[in-house]
């Protein structure tokens, strides 16, 4: 027969649980995500009205050359851009532009209205890398390529070229 007050038999005292380090842990990587997803996501897009006239020196920016490419996201989704060329006419050295750009469906009614900062294209190679205008003014004279980006664009869209319209031009 085995003795009760054996060391082999006996279980050991239940010992409490302390919580507070796992509700520490999982507070600081509840607290982690949330800063990431506040700093990784893009600001809703503005949209400027329709009727908004377009900017006293937009007419000494012309914009030509349009192209449109689109490619996958890491999420599945679809990102859609336009790149094109601008000139600076003008007798100003522009520091930001304002684009409206305006997305037709089938009846030429306006399917998405997305105004954004004019971003240049700093280099192409390994990829394309963009900056706002402001770190590279456009002086008086000058001509640069130009890239719009994207996130979705309206399924109703028609699938033509945008409409750019220059809304507001910052100068130096």
């Known amino acids: 027969m085995t003795d ?5 038999l006996a279980s ?20 982690i995500a949330a800063v990431l997803v506040l700093l990784l996501r893009k600001p809703a ?10 900017d006293p020196y937009a007419a000494s920016l ?3 050359g349009l192209v449109m490419s689109e ?10 851009y336009v790149d094109g060329h601008i000139a600076n006419l003008g007798s100003r050295t522009v520091t930001g532009i304002s684009v409206q750009t305006l997305f037709r469906d089938f009846a030429r009614q306006v399917a998405q209205n997305d105004t954004q900062h004019l971003q240049l294209i700093r280099m192409r190679e390994p990829y394309i890398d963009v900056e706002p205008v402001s770190a590279a003014p456009l002086k008086p004279g000058e001509q640069r390529d130009f890239r719009l980006i994207f996130d979705g664009v309206s399924p109703d869209w028609d699938g033509a ?3 750019l319209r220059i809304v507001h031009v910052d100068f130096k």
Not at 4 to 8: K, L
Not at 45 to 54: D, E, G
Not at 71 to 80: F, H, I, Q
């Open 4 to 8: 009760p007050d054996s060391p082999f």
């Open 12 to 31: 050991p005292p239940a010992k409490e649980r302390n919580w507070l380090p796992v509700a520490i842990a999982a507070a600081v990587v509840v607290l």
């Open 45 to 54: 897009p503005t949209v400027t009205p329709l009727s908004a006239a377009l």
């Open 62 to 64: 012309p914009i030509s």
């Open 71 to 80: 490619s996958s996201n890491y999420a599945g989704g679809k990102v859609m």
């Open 161 to 163: 070229y945008p409409e």
